[in-house]
């Protein structure tokens, strides 16, 4: 799997996604699978190979038209038969026409992986009608499905990674349409845990005061903010799965978010579901907006300035309450 440093160039994850499937195309034979009709956004083509069809069967190809239940269900069906791992690619926001296909992934145990690009209100001037608000937690909702993404190429390399190895679940791949930096601290292992400590701006040995944990195109906002919240111990989780979080031990889960410090949020989707793992939110509590990505963005507040007014009012708040941590439940 690909690997980066922070020097190396920002990227769209789908653009990092390019590259996985590049190389691991070649090395897995029985991998197959293609796009609905968006392979030039999604891509997802494998360049080692050619089109599925009646001339060339040998292909590995799908050009599976614009039906994503149908792609679904094929890849359902290509698991079911054996040998093979199959994928199909469209939008996130895409995602609900083939959610009863998904469903039956997930019932069925049948590894497909779902390479779903433009995963937020990053998708800019598409709208709302594109901008996937509610689909994260559509699918971190559903049983035995793994909800990944990806905050940088590390991250996007461990993604697969993860899918691949699990067959019996299902794995949808979240992936950005605008370009993201390579973060320090992020690697593929961490992916596998679902949550992991990437960055902090204080000396080890220290606890901190407040947890900033982000997923996907928004943890380099988290990380941005406690580099500007000087003033505050702050540690950064970046947190991919949320599933793969939860078959942690309670005793490591509890190593990335202690008792006793509040942990907020910040991810372009809607909030409903973070209350799991965090104190506070940055996010959505309404569908998106027209406009470039950038401005869209500011329009919404999620953004390093708001991320550190938000950090600013969490400590105040917890001043005079304890923060429980979130992974502690009767």
Excluded at 58 to 79: K, P, S, T, Y
Excluded at 103 to 128: C, K, N, Q, W
């Amino acid at each position: 799997m690909p690997t980066y440093k922070p020097e190396d160039a920002a990227k769209a994850t789908r653009q990092f996604s390019q590259s996985v499937i590049a190389k691991i195309a070649p090395i897995f034979p029985e991998l197959i699978g293609g796009s609905a009709d968006l392979n030039p956004s999604t891509l997802s083509y494998m360049d080692c190979s050619i089109d599925f069809q009646k001339k060339t069967p040998q292909g590995r190809n799908l050009r599976f038209g614009v039906r994503e239940h149908g792609m679904a269900a094929i890849c359902n069906g290509l698991i079911a038969y054996g040998a093979f791992i199959s994928y199909g690619a469209t939008f996130l926001n895409f995602i609900g026409y083939a959610l009863g296909a998904v469903r039956l992934s997930a019932i069925s145990e049948f590894g497909v992986i779902y390479v779903m690009t433009h995963d937020s209100i990053g998708l800019g001037e598409d709208g709302p009608t594109h901008q996937p608000i509610e689909s994260l937690m559509i699918i971190r909702a559903m049983p035995n499905i793994l909800l990944i993404r990806p905050a940088d190429g590390n991250e996007t390399s461990g993604a697969y990674a993860a899918a691949i190895e699990n067959r019996h679940r299902p794995s949808v791949l979240a992936l950005s349409r605008q370009a993201v930096p390579n973060l320090a601290g992020t690697s593929i292992d961490g992916v596998f845990k679902g949550a992991y400590v990437i960055s902090q701006n204080y000396p080890e040995g220290e606890k901190p005061q407040l947890i900033l944990s982000g997923s996907g195109t928004e943890t380099h906002l988290a990380v941005q903010a406690s580099q500007e919240l000087k003033d505050v111990r702050v540690r950064v989780v970046s947190m991919p799965c949320w599933e793969l979080f939860a078959d942690q031990s309670k005793e490591y889960q509890l190593s990335v978010l202690p008792d006793g410090v509040p942990v907020l949020s910040v991810e372009a989707a809607i909030v409903t579901g973070w209350r799991e793992y965090a104190h506070a939110t940055v996010g959505m509590s309404s569908f998106g907006a027209s406009g470039p990505f950038k401005e869209v963005y500011e329009h919404f507040g999620i953004t390093t300035p708001n991320v550190v007014k938000r950090s600013r009012e969490v400590l105040e708040f917890y001043s005079k309450v304890p923060a429980v941590s979130p992974v502690l439940r009767a």
